[in-house]
């Protein structure tokens, strides 16, 4: 491949690596066969104690678009700020090292930017289980976003009112944006964020923006995994979701006066992350009465209904800060083993089923479903989005 250094660099892909030996080359190959001139790719090795150096050393001597930086462990936010520094192009997106994707992506972006010449271009993201692929596109028609129709239409309904949904998902690794506007909001960060580190980086990049581009295609392959960078989440690192949240109502405030619901966004944002890492400081249980869900009586017998994000920490939460005995969960996809199924409930003793969804429009499905095989509505516990409005400053 010929070298490019001394031609102008159009797009500048960042990709944060720790310990991905076996995700690495599966991730460069698929940015490497990008058809786009004028590309550098920086590798950004954030301490690896695997092969990790060795595939991108190898990679930089057969292309000469790699550029090669290898630092101490900081975290992720550390590691893309290194190749920030270094970047040239005069625009810039992120990869995350254990992805990948399709091979039109950069084009098809790169394509947005020359019409329009726009500080964003957003497109959707591909959930990757392996055998099964979900696409997840945003949910605002395809065009470009500006004056009026940005501040009016995009930028006030990234967050949707339905709690908890988004109408513009933060993804980073979905957005092309330009160099400029990405290093002065993405360096204001703090390095010790490594929680919701796409929400405080991508909402305020839209807030700056002039002209946003959503283009309505799926290019972007997440492959989610345990160990990933974003899905290691340790106990102690949830302090440091005062510090994250902190950050993102002083960017916000910024705007509260020229866009309209902006922090109203910001409270879903909060409550959302705090309940999904942090429930303690948003639900309480006292005197029989659970802060959220209403009047559930000391030692009862209760199910946990759903089995998705916030089912963990408010199994967690239940066992380590109240006197409530969990005798199951459940889920409309249960099993009939380990997780029982609506037809389930009755052949059970319990006093309540907690329902551990945060969609509006799931928890109304759920009340159906139960409602169908004779449970009694006052044994029924889930979260009303109006307290949710009121839960978090």
Excluded at 103 to 115: G, H, L, T
């Amino acid at each position: 491949m010929e070298n490019e250094s001394a031609a102008a660099i159009n797009l500048s892909v960042i990709i944060p690596i720790y310990n991905v030996e076996e995700y690495l080359q599966r991730c460069l190959d698929s940015v490497l066969a990008q058809d786009i001139r004028n590309m550098e790719v920086i590798c950004v090795n954030d301490g690896s104690t695997d092969n990790c150096q060795n595939i991108i050393k190898n990679y930089a001597q057969r292309d000469g678009r790699i550029v090669a930086v290898e630092k101490r462990n900081g975290g992720l936010v550390s590691a893309r700020k290194a190749g920030l520094k270094v970047s040239r192009g005069k625009y810039i997106i992120h990869i995350d090292s254990d992805d990948w994707i399709e091979p039109d992506m950069f084009q098809s972006m790169m394509a947005c930017v020359e019409k329009t010449d726009c500080d964003i271009v957003c497109t959707g993201i591909i959930r990757d289980y392996g055998k099964n692929l979900a696409y997840e596109h945003i949910h605002f028609d395809e065009g470009l976003y500006e004056g009026e129709s940005l501040r009016d239409t995009l930028q006030c309904n990234m967050v949707d009112e339905r709690f908890m949904k988004y109408n513009l998902a933060p993804h980073l690794v979905t957005k092309m944006c330009r160099a400029s506007l990405m290093k002065e909001k993405y360096n204001r960060i703090p390095d010790e964020t490594n929680l919701d580190e796409d929400v405080i980086s991508t909402y305020p990049m839209l807030l700056s923006a002039q002209k946003v581009f959503v283009l309505d295609k799926c290019f972007y392959h997440y492959c989610s995994r345990e160990t990933s960078i974003i899905n290691t989440v340790k106990k102690e690192e949830t302090k440091r979701l005062s510090v994250t949240y902190d950050y993102l109502k002083e960017e916000f405030s910024r705007y509260e006066h020229s866009v309209r619901n902006i922090m109203r966004q910001y409270t879903y944002l909060k409550t959302f992350a705090y309940l999904l890492s942090a429930p303690q400081e948003i639900i309480s249980y006292n005197d029989g009465y659970l802060n959220l869900y209403g009047a559930v009586r000391p030692e009862s017998k209760v199910i946990i209904y759903g089995t998705g994000s916030f089912c963990s920490p408010l199994r967690t939460y239940i066992e380590e800060h109240t006197n409530l005995q969990i005798v199951g969960l459940a889920d409309a996809r249960g099993d009939g083993g380990n997780i029982l199924r609506p037809q389930d409930l009755k052949e059970y003793e319990f006093d309540y089923i907690i329902i551990s969804v945060l969609l509006s429009e799931i928890v109304n499905l759920i009340l159906a479903d139960l409602e169908k095989e004779g449970i009694p509505y006052e044994k029924i516990k889930f979260i009303y989005k109006e307290d949710l409005d009121e839960s978090v400053d």
